[in-house]
């Protein structure tokens, strides 16, 4: 009893925190929805985010109530953070990513860009948040100056980070390589969102995996090249090849708990040069996407036991197997997940809704990971909230509405409200207990 009513009476303070604070949200709207437009007519490839952490260190060099925060610039590269020290209490990391996607936009927006970026292989592309990495950043920076504005509602230390090439998946890492964790602050809790199909207006959160783990490997089988018309001179790459991607399609449906999820695609094979010449060697691409640690480490030894008993069988030389890419798991820490359902459930009523597993995959746990901080990752919803629900009720929302890297990706400027809101009330659910 005494428990409950303590909690009662920290969920009193909290909403009256999240009031306080939340008074500023009118007057800052046309702020706000001003930088959005900005941003989203300005986007810039991963790693190349020069001029938007600029207007980031700008905006919160700016930003009343907050003249005394540390403003730390150019972790792995790009990356920018702002500390804002107010007090006693537990410290909470906010992480917004910052990049676009060489996407050729057609949303007919007045604010639509029309730049372009230098792809990794030198040629020009066209550029576009079409990931609304713009409306994280737009938001996160909303609700610091928020936050900052009203210094007396909360006590602790916030922490906002600005993170380069999501899309690459590289970025994360890259900060954690440039001294992350000396740094800044060791946060107590790290939260992040995403902007995603849905009704704007709706925040949508769960315990658990909830973005999948993602490994990319490449595989180079070599064989014994030599003409067409003798292939007992040779080892064929090819039949060895053919024979290994069918085979590890075996993995899933014979190796893997039919509870669990776990993907295996060969999404790239490429051998020889002609029709009469048996090759040398042949190479195979393939992505792995799991739910859960046990589940990937077996098809990972599997893939591996799968590619080398295949070249014996064939008599050829060892393979080589190169990981890519990697990305954990992104799974929702229960207590944390908890905590930031109750504060949604106070202060959004049933506009919170349960967040389904996304088969993508996303970097932000690895900043988390790298102080040992738990975390809540949750999405909140991008389009007209009628034609949603109606959607949804007639099965076709899939297809009635853009998803995330559509050219035609365009969240409402009214979905920016929740996404500031959600920051504001989940950062108070630790910061909002003095
Ligand atoms: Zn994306
Ligand atoms: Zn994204």
């Not at 150019?74 to 007090?87: D, K, Y």
């Not at 057609?106 to 990931?131: E, F, K, N, R």
């Not at 746990?365 to 809540?376: E, L, Q, S, V």
Request: glycine letters at 8%.
């Amino acid at each position: 009893m005494a428990q409950e009513q303590r909690t009662q009476r920290q969920m009193a303070q909290q909403q009256t925190a999240v009031a306080q604070v939340l008074t500023g949200l009118e007057s800052g709207r046309e702020w706000y929805q001003d930088l959005y437009r900005h941003l989203h007519a300005h986007p810039e490839l991963s790693m190349a985010e020069f001029a938007t952490a600029e207007r980031i260190v700008t905006e919160l060099r700016a930003m009343a109530g907050a003249e005394d925060a540390e403003i730390v610039s150019r972790i792995g590269n790009t990356g920018v953070a702002a500390i804002l020290r107010n007090g006693p209490g537990p410290c909470v990391l906010l992480r917004a990513d910052m990049d676009a996607l060489p996407v050729r936009e057609d949303t007919g927006l007045a604010y639509a860009s029309t730049a372009t970026g230098i792809a990794p292989d030198g040629s020009t592309v066209p550029v576009m948040h079409a990931c609304g990495h713009d409306a994280h950043i737009t938001c996160q920076l909303a609700a610091y100056r928020l936050l900052a504005a009203r210094r007396e509602a909360w006590s602790g230390t916030l922490v906002a980070l600005f993170q380069p090439a999501e899309e690459a998946f590289d970025g994360a890492q890259t900060m954690v390589d440039d001294g992350l964790v000396d740094r800044i602050p060791k946060p107590d809790v790290a939260l992040a969102q995403h902007v995603l199909p849905g009704a704007a207006g709706t925040v949508m959160v769960s315990p658990g995996a909830i973005m999948a783990a993602c490994d990319d490997i490449a595989i180079t089988l070599h064989g014994k090249g030599g003409h067409g018309s003798a292939p007992h001179e040779t080892i064929d790459p090819v039949v060895l090849t053919a024979a290994t991607v069918m085979r590890l399609q075996t993995i899933v449906s014979r190796e893997v708990d039919p509870n669990a999820v776990a993907v295996i695609t060969v999404g790239r094979m490429e051998a020889g040069t002609k029709n009469n010449i048996i090759p040398e060697v042949a190479e195979i691409e393939l992505t792995v996407r799991t739910y859960d640690e046990r589940v990937r480490e077996r098809a990972l030894a599997a893939i591996e036991r799968v590619v080398f008993a295949e070249a014996l069988a064939s008599g050829a030389p060892e393979p080589e197997i190169r990981v890519v890419s990697r990305l954990p798991l992104t799974a929702n820490d229960p207590e944390v997940t908890e905590r930031v359902q109750r504060a949604f459930a106070a202060h959004f009523g049933d506009r919170m809704r349960p967040m389904d597993p996304e088969a993508g995959s996303e970097d932000f746990g690895i900043i988390p990971d790298a102080f040992g901080a738990p975390y809540c990752y949750w999405s909140f919803g991008a389009h007209d909230p009628d034609r949603w629900d109606s959607a949804v009720r007639a099965g076709t929302a899939g297809s009635d509405f853009p998803d995330c890297h559509s050219p035609r990706f365009a969240p409402l400027l009214d979905a920016l409200d929740t996404g500031v809101e959600a920051m504001v009330v989940a950062a108070l659910a630790w910061l909002g207990r003095p």
